[in-house]
């Protein structure tokens, strides 16, 4: 029987605007109940952090809300005396006033990790090696990424996901891809004007890249894209901008030395080079 402890108000998700470093929501944040709500606010946020707010009370996907929030309540061992997020981990970043240049895309947050935390990759080890290599590269502030409240800042980066609340077996269907899709696309139309880089973080986060790309209206985006692959770097056109291809950095891929510290860091380097620096 797992161990829970605590009162039973804080076995519940966190509540919009209570207090949660970083939580971006307020309870008057507008909340999607379905895919056609995701369309529709989604696609009228008219800024990062408004759209950031809207996806963190996102309750779309009923498979996935049931889940986020039994992982919320039941929890880890190792965390039981820990309040979890239990809500979507909203895109990051940056912290340096300045607009993102480069765009990270993952998977999904983890049960334990960004679900628990609140904060994306955060709390979890597929977190520790991104964020320890962002920060060798140059662009974070700190090696180490705990909780919400650590004090970890982005430079000129943002770490976005395909899919936003934690899945079973880190296994979203094609129509939970589908429902959050928009969320990506207008996270990327937002960001358009700066970035010049987008990493996408494995398969998944890459075959979901290429229709959001399109979808959101950047320049160029080839209608064949090549297959993904570690290092894979497609141009678009003469935009000036470009997609690149790494491993995600999950503990299957770092335990088994498929994806090493050299590996990482040589696509960050890469990216911040085709920033501009
Ligand atoms: Fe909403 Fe995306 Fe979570 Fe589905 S996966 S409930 S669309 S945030």
Redesign the pocket.
Known sequence: MKRVVGDDASREPVAPGSGWPGDPARPTTPV?HD?AN?ERLAGSAPSLSHLDAR??V????PR??TW?EKVARERRAAFAGERYWGR?APSWGPHDGAPARILVVGL?PAAHGANRTGRIFTGDRSGDWLYAALHRAGLANQPTSVHAGDGLALHGVRILAA???A?PANK?TPE??D??A??LRRDLQLSLRAARVVIALGGFAWGALWPALRDAGWPEVPARPAAFGHGREVPLGESGRTVLGCYHPSQQNTFTGRLTEDMIDAVLVRSVTLAGG
């Open positions: 999607a895919a995701v996806v963190s996102c309750r779309a996907c996935l809300v986020r979507p999904a899919v936003h609340c899945p979203p939970e891809r429902a959050c928009p969320w």
